[in-house]
């Protein structure tokens, strides 16, 4: 039997639909979900400003150019969304192409890095409400409460219908697009500071000097969430249609309106001012813009609109960690409990659970600590997450060439989709994991043995799935031959 096997689902109908969650999610709502995970204005307010400080005027471009890589990883990507069905994309694809053991040790890799990038979110969720909330009320509130208040909402919207999640999701994200294109029209309007030019997408600004690795490293981390798109193939309304357009959809947003904003920015400065600013205060940088070009109240929206797409990279975090959950706990790798299916919402609310106690305990432990929520609960999380991520987009790359170029390329297939664009992806996404972990103080933003263990997180999680995948092999043959196994159409 080999990995590519069909598997045709077993026992009564009842019985498949307790092992499978539900939904109805049309591509629309499915590329909101995604998008807001990657918090647009998180990006633009706290990535864009360390990519100029560090990389130069060239930020723009280098976030196209990020853009365009992981427009090359969706072709290979929604290539197998058409064929595989599974709440653990990664896990399957990976599987499925490079064999079970390696499939093991993505699966556990992608829930590790989804379940840590979502605690550290709670801590930006702390972090942003605390100053707004001492502004207005005159109340010095600890920030683990927000936090915990965050998180109480994400885990109540895990237990329900992903459509519920989604809707919230969606009114977060074009409140986000609406605050940061109110900043662009006066911006376009006035002509900046120095005027309209293109200057920031020249080859020899995106590409030149010493520290260009560096900002590559910051951009492509400003992508990481889109790739989760597939892990809802099961709760799609038609997966063979609804998950390839929300891929292309979500990705295709990210990279243009990540170029756009970051432009807007570049121009708001002019290119003589805009690195010096961004360097003299890296986190003011897009609020002292709308200052200057809309007004007062407009920054104060943004600070609260900050909050809200923290929660929502939360909530669609959150979500993605249970999803894989769930389906490590339906393939037997982890307790079998975590498959279980709500009758009502047909959510994997088990796995939710389990997710939202790992963030309470976590957060309870940083707030006895006396843990700063930014510097060090979402720095920490995430930036270990972020290179787990890339690592799994460059690995499953390797591994939709290899799964594709085992088969018949009749049916529509070419070769362009299952070899050309899963192979430049693999060459894009292998130099962006390696500029991250070269320059990965930037994301954590310690330079001392701490690096070495966050970077120690990633082989260490994906050997503990690899080993237990070979143990199945050796005690439980017959639950081994399941792994990776799902619908495939």
């Given amino acids: 039997m080999t990995n590519s096997e069909q598997v045709t689902p077993t026992g009564s109908g009842a019985a498949k639909a307790e092992s499978h969650i539900q939904g109805r999610m049309g591509p629309f709502e499915l590329a909101f979900f995604v998008v807001a995970a990657a918090g647009p204005l998180l990006v633009v307010a706290g990535f864009a400003p360390l990519a100029f400080m ?14 365009i890589v ?17 709440a653990g994309a990664f896990y399957s694809y990976i599987g499925q192409g490079l064999g079970r053991p390696v499939g093991g040790g993505a699966a556990t890799l992608a829930t590790a890095a989804y379940s840590v990038i979502a605690i550290g979110q709670l801590g930006a969720v702390g972090a942003f409400a605390k100053a707004p909330v001492e502004d207005a009320l005159g109340v010095d509130v600890p920030w683990p409460v927000f936090s915990l ?9 895990g237990h329900r219908q992903i459509s519920l999640s989604a809707k919230v999701l969606g009114v977060a994200l074009l409140s986000e697009a609406v605050v940061l294109l109110v900043l662009a029209a006066p911006v376009l309007w006035q002509g900046g500071a120095e005027g309209l030019d293109l200057d920031s997408f020249s080859p020899s600004s995106v590409f030149a000097g010493g520290s260009t690795g560096a900002m590559f ?7 990481i969430g889109f790739e989760s798109t597939a892990i809802y193939s099961e709760e799609a309304r038609d997966p063979k249609r609804t998950v390839p357009r929300a891929v292309y959809l979500a990705v295709g947003f990210l990279a243009l309106f990540y170029t756009f904003m970051a432009w807007i920015v570049y121009v708001a400065y002019g290119k003589a001012s805009i690195v010096d600013a961004a360097t003299a205060d890296p986190v003011g940088l897009v609020f002292a813009a709308t200052e200057k070009y809309v007004g007062h109240g407009a ?6 609109l900050l909050v809200t797409s923290a929660f ?3 909530l669609a975090f959150h979500n993605t960690a249970s999803r894989y959950l769930f389906t490590l706990g339906r393939e037997k790798m982890l307790p079998s409990g975590l498959a279980r299916v709500h009758p009502g919402h047909r959510s994997p609310y088990v796995a939710s659970a389990v997710q939202g106690i790992i963030g309470l305990v976590a957060i309870i432990a940083f707030a006895i600590a006396g843990a700063d929520p930014y ?19 460059a690995v499953c790359s390797l591994a939709i060439a290899v799964y594709f170029n085992r088969m018949d390329t009749a049916h529509g297939l070419t070769v362009w989709s299952t070899t050309v664009a899963p192979v430049l992806s693999l060459v894009g996404l292998g130099v962006a994991s390696w500029l991250v972990a070269r320059n990965f103080e930037l994301l954590s933003g310690r330079t001392d043995w701490v690096n070495v263990l966050l970077l120690s997180f990633i082989p260490l999680a ?3 799935g690899t080993v237990r995948s070979l143990r199945l092999r050796k005690n439980q043959p017959e639950v081994y031959e399941r792994l990776t196994k799902t619908e495939v159409f």
Avoid: C, D, H
Avoid at 54 to 67: D, K, M, Y
Avoid at 217 to 223: K, L, N, S, T, Y
């Fill in 54 to 67: 560090i990389g130069g005027i060239g930020a723009p471009g280098a976030q196209l150019v990020a853009g």
């Fill in 70 to 86: 992981l427009l090359l990883f969706a072709v290979g990507l929604t290539r197998m969304a058409l064929r595989i069905k599974n």
């Fill in 149 to 157: 208040t965050a998180l109480a909402i994400v885990v109540y919207l």
């Fill in 217 to 223: 490293a910051i951009v492509f981390g400003a992508f």
């Fill in 299 to 304: 920054v104060v929206v943004m600070e609260v």
């Fill in 312 to 314: 929502a990279s939360t």
């Fill in 375 to 393: 510097l060090q609960v979402f720095l920490l999380m995430v930036a270990p997450g972020v290179l787990a991520v890339i690592v799994l987009q």
């Fill in 462 to 464: 994906f050997l503990i």
